[in-house]
């Protein structure tokens, strides 16, 4: 059978032991349909829910079947970077496994060996102040003209707001604009004053600290990649009432003092153990009165405890060392270091829509990514890593905070 729209109406049974294990697991779907297909051809629709309509053709059956035996939903990734499967829309997909995750949850779990050894793998790459410097350079460094050739021309890594309301105003703005009112959302939870000085943890290539900038602000920003450090030195907007200065520093080492502090999806990297000293070292650094705003992927709380004992996608091959924290985590670690926190907004869908707009510049550049002789699978494995956290917001496992905190004022 072709691998196009007539395979809705097929209802073949799945042929062999391979093609039954996959019928029995699916048949546990409860939201959406599935239409399954065989490298011979053979095909099955699973589900009855039309909610989400998803796809899947199997070009290597019993190699990809060995993956999920082994390492469950980590093993359905791995399959997808090797090729060993394919579908019409990656995103859709992964949403349905999402909205069926209870009912899957067996097939997804990795062997109890497997699980042992990702755990290890997890820890041995944890962020010391030496871990850390490797784990950004691994995902960082990768080189600026790879980023350059998807991202937006501020250089931007981060979630774009489209808008201040929960749905995204798509058609109100373009990704460069929302990526700049995210900026000016971030100074104003500040409510910074021309000539105060900001410390940024984790600048990137400089985006919110060219904003920053032009609004008068002092800024200092700190980085462990060395290509982001290249780019935001070299690309520095002269004229400005404000000046910024970067350094190659670990924020464990920073010891100045400063009227506001920022970090933009930097703490997802810091790492369970370092929670509190972050946050310790983030009051350290505000001066008394001083305000910090934090943008922050978090993790559903009921999700947590799994994904805390079983180390995902995300964690092994994209961002090594690195762990989702919950609103309750991070309201709890910010008053425990001496901070109020002010106000916490919820834009999630925000990160869906900006993953999506990614998505389509990552596939539009695919022939100039492999001139740059980045291989089929590590572009794979950067569509699963897209599509992944995607369908991740969409379904509100994860979401994305804007925390506003305060360190209390001499005698408050």
Not at 5 to 31: C, F, I
Not at 73 to 90: K, V
Not at 236 to 246: K, L, M
Not at 379 to 385: A, D, G, S
Request: proline share 4%.
């Amino acid at each position: 059978m072709a691998w196009d729209s007539s395979m809705e109406h097929a209802t073949t049974a799945l042929p062999g032991l391979v093609g039954r294990y996959y019928a029995r697991v699916l048949r546990r779907l409860e939201h959406g349909t599935l239409d399954l297909e065989l490298a011979d051809g053979s095909s099955q629709r699973f589900g009855q829910d039309g909610s989400l309509q998803a796809d899947l053709r199997l070009r290597r059956p019993a190699r990809l079947l060995r993956r999920l035996l082994v390492h469950g939903a980590l093993g359905l990734a791995e399959g997808y970077i090797a090729g060993d499967w394919e579908t019409r829309n990656l995103t859709t997909l992964l949403r349905l496994l999402n909205a069926n995750e209870t009912a899957l949850e067996r097939a997804a779990r990795p062997g109890l060996l497997a699980r042992a050894a990702l755990r290890l793998r997890h820890y041995l790459r944890r962020n010391t102040p030496s871990g850390s410097r490797r784990n950004i350079a691994a995902h960082y460094d990768l080189g600026n003209a790879f980023y350059r050739l998807w991202l937006d021309p501020s250089m931007t890594y981060s979630s774009a707001l489209f808008g201040d309301a929960e749905k995204p105003a798509t058609d109100r703005f373009t990704l460069a604009q929302a990526q700049q009112h995210k900026y000016r959302r971030m100074l104003d939870l500040l409510d910074a004053r021309p000539g105060e000085r900001v410390l940024e943890i984790g600048c990137g290539w400089g985006g919110f600290a060219r904003a920053a900038a032009e609004r008068g602000l002092n800024v200092t920003g700190l980085t462990l990649s060395r290509e982001q450090l290249d780019w935001a030195r070299a690309n520095r907007v002269a004229a400005t009432p404000g000046s910024v200065e970067y350094a190659f520093r670990d924020y464990r080492e920073e010891t100045g003092r400063y009227d506001h502090v920022v970090s933009i999806e930097m703490f997802e990297a810091v790492g369970e153990a370092w929670w509190p000293a972050y946050f310790h070292n983030l009051c350290r650094c505000l001066k008394p009165g001083g305000r910090a705003a934090l943008q922050v992927i978090t993790i559903d709380e009921e999700a947590f405890p799994r994904y805390r004992q079983n180390p995902d996608f995300i964690q092994l091959y994209i961002f090594p060392g690195g762990m989702l924290p919950t609103t309750t985590h991070l309201s709890g670690l910010a008053r425990e270091a001496g901070l109020r926190v002010r106000r916490m907004d919820h834009f999630g869908l925000h990160y869906a829509e900006t993953l999506r707009l990614w998505q389509e510049r990552f596939n539009a550049c695919r022939s100039a990514l492999r001139d740059l002789g980045f291989d089929e699978p590590f572009l794979r494995m950067w569509r699963y890593y897209l599509s992944y956290c995607e369908a991740g917001f969409r379904a509100g496992r994860i979401n994305l905070v804007q925390l506003a905190l305060e360190r209390p004022g001499i005698g408050a």
